[in-house]
């Protein structure tokens, strides 16, 4: 048995264990919260145990990791008040009963069928061909990694300095404060054209990274590229609050190596990899000026605690805020017909040229259903099933997962043979991994749009350095 089937049985059966034991405890709401989560997580499961294929790190499989984490363990918190009852009011339920998730994780399970049939229909797989020997040129391998990084570097400073900080007063906590806050719409500026720049040092990074990994003699000044590229990346995430972009830097380094290696990995990695992002996010989550949150009373109490940040938030497959947006839009009849896929036309346009330019879909979240009181902070990606019935209603439910789940497949046979290119090692890792996951925890405009920031300067930049030997 392949280890990605593998370890999909493991989770399987972990989540099954969990179901029994919490049935034991709470009958009524494990079979009304949990159960459905668990059909939930066997539905998406079926191509994986029914195929041959499917690697620990297909796009499917990445999504099945997240759907226990997000649904199977975070309901688990829900129903049982878990870090307390008023948390689990105030952040999931908004004050509501428990019940009011029966009707979402309905919506959802009907969402995540009608997924896995369009992952199924589509079964065509791309013809393997004998591939031509890709290298890359080292010499321009360092005059990219000298270019991105002064554009990275400079924006980066652009950035802070936009930002009007003290830079003499700056502490640990201040300086991953929220930026950019106003409650005036016409005063809102996230400065998006520098948060891209200066996240081509994510993409120097991993191509110097997997550069070193692949090269038999380390140079100077590949080690030197890493680390200022890391450097950079890290303080940009840290200053902007981003703890995804923390993690995933590790989360991403940890797939390639994987590649890399042949498609192996050990169980004893990846525990040391879950603490690393488990105390990661739990150290920025403490830095963050009203999350409640202290890492050292977390330690000090349990060190279950620490798990509280990575699984007690309203982010990624969510079955509460589908829930709340869902009845926000039938009780104001406010179904955007397809309109709310646009603002992706209008995202590329600078605020500074269109000041009243609409504010995306998890802006508007925040401030509609979750009542944020400024722009800047707050914003709370709908996810793909409250933003498909907020565009389409219930037929959206069932049409546009569905058209995800081709899509998903297709991403999985034009990538299931990689190990041995490293253009498409980072294509897929960096750019197309998370698609679905993506698509299903944040939205397909957010999707679309950091893919395409990430899809055209990292294909530009292999298209200079790499070398074709016939």
């Not at 700056?170 to 809102?188: C, H, I, M, P």
């Not at 590229?229 to 940009?236: N, W």
Request: contains cysteine; glycine residues 6%.
């Amino acid at each position: 048995m392949n280890q990605g089937k593998s370890l999909n049985l493991v989770i399987m059966v972990v989540s099954l264990l969990l179901l029994l034991i919490s049935f034991c405890y709470d009958t009524q709401n494990t079979f009304l919260i949990i159960f459905p989560s668990f059909l939930i997580l066997l539905i998406t499961s079926v191509p994986v145990l029914m195929g041959r294929e499917h690697n620990v790190f297909s796009p499917l499989n990445y999504l099945i990791y997240f759907i226990f984490l997000n649904l199977i363990v975070r309901n688990l918190y829900i129903i049982y008040d878990y870090p307390s009852e008023s948390y689990v009011s105030n952040i999931f339920l908004l004050f509501k009963s428990k019940d009011t998730l029966v009707k979402p994780l309905v919506v959802m399970l009907i969402s995540f069928m009608s997924f896995t049939l369009g992952y199924l229909f589509y079964s065509r797989r791309r013809p393997v061909r004998d591939e031509k020997l890709i290298t890359w040129n080292s010499k321009k391998l360092n005059v990219l990694s000298v270019v991105l990084l002064f554009v990275s570097f400079v924006s980066l400073v652009k950035f802070i300095i936009s930002s009007k900080v003290n830079i003499l007063m700056l502490t640990l906590q201040t300086f991953s404060a929220y930026r950019g806050v106003t409650k005036n719409l016409e005063d809102y500026d996230a400065h998006g054209f520098l948060r891209v720049l200066i996240q081509l040092s994510v993409i120097v990074f991993y191509i110097n990274y997997i550069y070193y990994k692949r090269s038999v003699k380390k140079t100077f000044w590949n080690r030197l590229f890493i680390f200022l590229s890391f450097l950079i990346s890290i303080l940009f995430f840290f200053f902007v609050q981003s703890r995804s972009g923390v993690i995933f830097i590790f989360i991403n380094c940890f797939v390639i190596n994987y590649y890399l290696k042949g498609g192996r990995f050990s169980y004893k990695s990846v525990s040391l990899l879950f603490v690393s992002i488990v105390v990661l996010f739990s150290f920025m989550t403490s830095l963050r000026g009203g999350s409640g949150f202290d890492l050292k009373e977390a330690v000090e109490d349990s060190l279950f605690t620490i798990l509280d940040p990575l699984v007690a938030n309203n982010g990624g497959v969510d079955v509460s805020k589908t829930g709340h947006i869902m009845e926000y839009v039938n009780t104001h009849d406010d179904f955007k017909y397809g309109w709310g896929y646009l603002w992706l036309g209008s995202s590329f346009i600078p605020r500074s040229i269109w000041s009243n330019k609409p504010v995306s879909m998890d802006t508007e979240v925040g401030m509609k259903v979750y009542n944020a009181g400024s722009y800047g902070s707050g914003a709370v990606p709908p996810g793909l099933v409250a933003e498909s019935y907020w565009n389409f209603g219930y037929l959206g439910i069932l049409v546009v997962p569905f058209f995800v789940g081709v899509f998903t497949r297709v991403l999985h046979n034009y990538f299931r043979i990689i190990y041995n290119d490293n253009n498409k090692i980072l294509l897929y890792v960096i750019c197309f991994m998370g698609v679905p996951y993506s698509c299903f925890g944040s939205s397909i405009v957010s999707m679309l749009l950091g893919v395409i920031y990430l899809f055209v300067p990292l294909q530009l930049s292999l298209k200079f350095i790499t070398k074709v030997e016939k």
